[in-house]
């Protein structure tokens, strides 16, 4: 499956599990804000956010990638957005990406749910 197929996924596992005002980087939904970093221009687009009594919570689909500089440097941000409006992080990861997304979570020292997607 692609990431577009997974983000697809976890907006419908948002919405099962109750949160609304769902944005999501794929077609057929409102495409979530952008964040940019001004001393290199880089910019980050969350997969999905979701809102549950007023938190806004941010879910990204991990599949192992060849840069997790970025990675981490996105759920960093995403860590930092969530804790603001007392949301939380969730780190989708498909069948064969749970590890590196543990460890993905543990090496960058944020505090994440990590959710095994089932294909």
């Known amino acids: 499956m692609t ?12 919405r099962i599990r109750g949160f609304s005002d769902i944005q999501a980087n ?3 939904y409102q ?16 997969d999905v956010t979701g809102r549950q009594f007023d938190h806004k919570s941010y879910f990204e ?12 440097s996105k759920l960093k941000l995403l860590y930092q957005l969530a804790s603001l409006s007392g949301g939380q992080v969730y780190l989708m990861a498909p069948k064969g990406h749970l590890p590196f ?4 979570a543990a090496n960058s020292r944020i505090t994440a749910e990590v959710i095994n997607l089932a294909a």
């Open 101 to 104: 997304a543990r460890s993905i």
């Open 3 to 14: 990431k577009q197929a997974y983000i697809e996924q976890v907006a419908n596992w948002a």
């Open 31 to 46: 495409k979530p804000n952008g964040y940019g970093r001004q001393q290199d221009g880089q910019s980050f687009i969350p």
């Open 61 to 72: 689909v991990i599949l192992k990638t060849t840069d997790p500089d970025y990675l981490v």
């Open 26 to 28: 794929a077609e057929g």
